[in-house]
Nanobody, 126 residues
Framework: QMHLAESGGGLVQAGNSLRLSCSIT????????VAWFRQAPGTEREFVAA????????SYEESLRGRFTISGDYDKKTLDLQMDRLKPEDTAVYYC???????????????????WGQGTQVTVST
């Protein structure tokens, strides 16, 4: 079983940047989708961005494209999310997630992801 752990969350002022990291340990798969999701209070968990390994293809929630950048290291099994020009509406718990991938298309569906971290809180103040 895979284990995921996020780090890097915190309190930041609007307009600033933050970089989240996710460490993936334990059993992994050769082909894997790794993703970031976020969930604000009273909302459903929403897709942020994902990478399909080892192809290294990216997928973004379009409203976040350009401000958020996903990256990772397939060999080290680490996943990062660079968040720039943060807005108060970015405040949420951010989760990294993973699933074994048997297809080309990257999943944006939270229910397709089997493995999850505990989440890290990101709070953006005005």
């Amino acid at each position: 079983q895979m284990h995921l752990a996020e780090s890097g969350g915190g309190l930041v002022q609007a307009g600033n940047s933050l970089r989240l990291s996710c460490s993936i340990t334990g059993r992994t798969f050769r082909e894997i989708d790794v993703a970031w999701f976020r969930q604000a209070p009273g909302t459903e968990r929403e897709f942020v961005a994902a990478i399909s390994w080892p192809e290294d293809k990216n997928s973004y929630e379009e409203s976040l494209r350009g401000r958020f950048t996903i990256s990772g290291d397939y060999d080290k099994k680490t996943l990062d999310l660079q968040m720039d020009r943060l807005k108060p509406e970015d405040t949420a718990v951010y989760y990294c997630a993973a699933r074994a991938s048997m297809t080309i298309r990257i999943s944006r569906n939270r229910y397709d992801y089997r493995y999850w971290g505990q989440g890290t809180q990101v709070t953006v103040s005005t």
